[in-house]
C-alpha cells in the first residue's frame, strides 16, 4: 500500500492499542446496588465488563460519558417479562424495557416459550418455529437481542404440551414425559419451573403434581416460581402452598406479583408479608417481588370461573351467545366467592375495571360501565361481549399501603409483569409495560419516600440477580458486567397512564447492555448487547 496510507494505518493501530477502556462513565454518583450509599468515581469499561473504578481522568477510552448531575446504577432486572418472542419478531419493542432502565428481562409464566408441540403452537409465533429452549435460544442469539434475557419453562406449557387444556390429572407415564420436559429445559439453560395457577390449564395441576416438577428444576440447580393460586381471600393459604412446595421440592420459592386483591382482603398483606418472613426465618429461602400500580392487568375472560375453560376456551366461548348461559353465569360470579373472584375485588362496580385492550380501539381506556353506556347495552351485556372479544382489562383491585409495605421488605424485587412492546404498533397496553421502574424511582423514592434511593436499586439490581444466580451482574464493581443505567434522579418520571399507556419514561439518558450503548442520550441504538442468560449451576 502507498507510504502514507501504511503510515495512517500504524497510527490507528497505536492509538487502537494505547486505548485503556471501551468506555469511561466519567463523575458519576454511583449507587451500587447493594445498599450501600452513593459515592462518586468514575467507571471504565472493557470487552463488556466494568474493569476499573476510580479516578480515570488521566486514562484513555474510545468513548467518554460525562454522568456530571446523575446516578449510574446496575442495571435493572425485570422478574417478570412475560414472554421474549417479541424481541425475536421485532428488535424494536426492546425499547419499553430499556428506556426504563432494563437490561434484563425473565420470561415465562404458566406458558413459555417452550417446549413446543402440535397442541402448543397456536399460543407462538405463527412465522417461525422451534421446539425446544435450545432450539429457541439459537434464534434468538442469531438474530441478536438489544438487553439480555433469562426464561423459565411454565408448568402450564408442560401440562398443555402433554395433557392439552383438560381438566385431569396425569397417569403415571404422562408424569414421567412431563419431568422429562422439565428436565431437558433445565439442561438447556432455563433457571427455573414457574406457574401461574389461576389460569388454565395451570389451575388443574395439583400441588404433588407442581412438587414432582420442582423437584426436577432443582436437580438442575433451579428455582419455583409462581403466580399463586389466590391473591386475595386465600392470600394466606396460597402462600402456604407455595412454601410448601418449595420445601418438599427442595427448592427456592419466588411469588410473582405480590398482591392483596380487593378491598375486604387488603389488610392480608401484612399476614403475607410476616408469613413469607416467618419461612425466612426458618431458613427457607422465598422471596417476591411487585409492579407498581394499585390496578392489574388480566384477562377479562378471568372473571368467570376457570372450570369453565376444561375443555379449552374456544368451546367455552362459543356457548356465551345463549342469554341462558350468560344468566347463569352473572349469577354464578355475584353470589359465588369460592374462587379468585374479581368482580369482588372490584366491588361489584365496572367502573373500577378499564379495558386495556379489545378489537374495538375506542374503547380502550375506558371502564366497562362506560363503554356499556356508549354501546346502549346494560353492563352485563357489555362484559360478555368483551370477554367474547378476548380483552384484556386493568381492574382497580389494590391500594397504596400494602405497596408501601411490600416496597419496605427487604425481600421484595421489582416487575413490569408485561412483555417488550414496540410503541408504534402496539394495541393498548397496562402502562407498566413503559414505566415500572421509574414509576418507583419518581414516586415511591422521590416523591412519597417510601424507601430510599439505594433500597430501591437494589430492589432492581443484585436482590434480583442474586435470586436469578446472575451472580456477574446487579452490582456495580470491577469484574462484573458492564450492564448499567444513568439516570438524573431529580427528573426520572413514569410518563405512561392508563388513558395514554403508550409513553417513554423520561430521565434516563443512558443504558448500556454488556458494555454496548443501547439508549444513547435518550435515543434507542441498532446495537444488540444483549445475551441469553442460561442458568448457573450452583
Known amino acids: 500500500m502507498p507510504l502514507r496510507i501504511a503510515g495512517l ?57 460525562d454522568a456530571a448531575g446523575l446516578v449510574v446504577s446496575p442495571g435493572f432486572i425485570d422478574m ?61 442469539e442469531q438474530r441478536g437481542v ?17 395433557l392439552g387444556d383438560e381438566d385431569r390429572q396425569p397417569d403415571a407415564a404422562e408424569m414421567e414425559q412431563m419431568k422429562a420436559l422439565v428436565a431437558q429445559a433445565m439442561r438447556d439453560g432455563a433457571v427455573g419451573l414457574s406457574t401461574a395457577l389461576i389460569y388454565p390449564p395451570g389451575t388443574y395441576a395439583t400441588t404433588r403434581e407442581l412438587v414432582e416438577l420442582a423437584k426436577v ?38 411469588i410473582f406479583h405480590l398482591k392483596a386483591a380487593g378491598e375486604e382482603n387488603w389488610p392480608l398483606i401484612h399476614k403475607a408479608i410476616e408469613r413469607v418472613q416467618s419461612a425466612r426465618s426458618k431458613g427457607l429461602d422465598v ?41 347463569s353465569l352473572r349469577k354464578e360470579v355475584e353470589e359465588t366467592a369460592d374462587w379468585e373472584n374479581w ?79 414496540d410503541i408504534r404498533t402496539a394495541s393498548g397496553a397496562h402502562p407498566r409495560a413503559f414505566g415500572s421502574f421509574p414509576r418507583v424511582l419518581a414516586k415511591y423514592v422521590r416523591e412519597d419516600k417510601v424507601i430510599t434511593l439505594e433500597a430501591a436499586i437494589r430492589k432492581m439490581s443484585s436482590l434480583p440477580a442474586n435470586r436469578l444466580r446472575l451472580h456477574d451482574r446487579g452490582r456495580v464493581a470491577p469484574g462484573m458486567a458492564a450492564d448499567l443505567v444513568l439516570f438524573d434522579p431529580d427528573e426520572v418520571q413514569d410518563t405512561a397512564s392508563f388513558t395514554q399507556p403508550l409513553s417513554f419514561p423520561r ?24 445475551r441469553v442468560l442460561r442458568l448457573s449451576r450452583p
Open 9 to 65: 494505518f500504524t497510527l490507528f493501530l497505536q492509538l487502537a492499542v494505547a486505548q485503556d477502556f471501551d468506555l469511561i462513565i466519567a463523575n458519576g454518583r454511583i449507587v451500587d446496588g447493594t445498599g450501600n450509599p452513593w459515592y462518586r468515581s468514575d467507571i471504565g469499561i472493557r470487552d463488556g465488563r466494568i474493569a476499573e473504578i476510580g479516578s480515570l481522568s488521566s486514562r484513555r477510552a474510545q468513548r467518554r460519558i
Open 80 to 140: 417478570m417479562g412475560a414472554t421474549s418472542i417479541p424481541l425475536l419478531e421485532n428488535r424494536a419493542s426492546a425499547e419499553s424495557k430499556l428506556r426504563q432502565g432494563i437490561t434484563t428481562m425473565l420470561a415465562g409464566e404458566g406458558s413459555s416459550v417452550a417446549p413446543q408441540n402440535e397442541r402448543t403452537w397456536p399460543k407462538a409465533s405463527g412465522r417461525i418455529r422451534w421446539r425446544t429452549f435450545g432450539e429457541y435460544f439459537a434464534l434468538l
Open 146 to 162: 438489544p438487553l439480555n434475557v433469562v426464561h423459565n419453562v411454565g408448568a402450564a406449557q408442560i401440562r398443555r404440551y402433554v
Open 217 to 254: 428444576a432443582g436437580e438442575y440447580g433451579g428455582i419455583y416460581l409462581t403466580h399463586m393460586r389466590n391473591e386475595s381471600n386465600r392470600l394466606i393459604e396460597a402462600i402456604d402452598e407455595s412454601i410448601t412446595i418449595g420445601e418438599q421440592a427442595g427448592v427456592p420459592v419466588h
Open 287 to 327: 422471596t417476591a417481588d411487585i409492579y407498581p400500580y394499585i390496578r392489574n392487568g388480566i384477562g377479562l375472560g378471568s372473571f368467570l370461573h376457570p372450570r369453565h375453560y376444561a375443555k379449552g376456551s374456544a368451546p367455552f366461548l362459543k356457548t356465551l351467545s345463549d342469554p341462558a348461559v350468560r344468566a
Open 343 to 421: 368482580y369482588r375485588h372490584v366491588g361489584r362496580n365496572w367502573d373500577n375495571v378499564l379495558v386495556a385492550r379489545t378489537a374495538e380501539k375506542r374503547f380502550e381506556g375506558k371502564s366497562i360501565a362506560e363503554i356499556a353506556k356508549l354501546r346502549g347495552v346494560d353492563e352485563w351485556t357489555a362484559f360478555f361481549d368483551l370477554v367474547v372479544a378476548g380483552a384484556s382489562v386493568n381492574p382497580k383491585s389494590m391500594n397504596e399501603e400494602q405497596k408501601h409495605a411490600a416496597l419496605r421488605a427487604e425481600w421484595v424485587s421489582l416487575c413490569t409483569d408485561a412483555e417488550p412492546l
Open 507 to 530: 430521565g434516563l439518558p443512558y443504558v448500556i447492555v454488556n458494555g454496548v450503548v443501547a439508549i444513547d442520550n435518550g435515543g434507542f441504538t441498532p446495537k444488540n448487547g444483549g
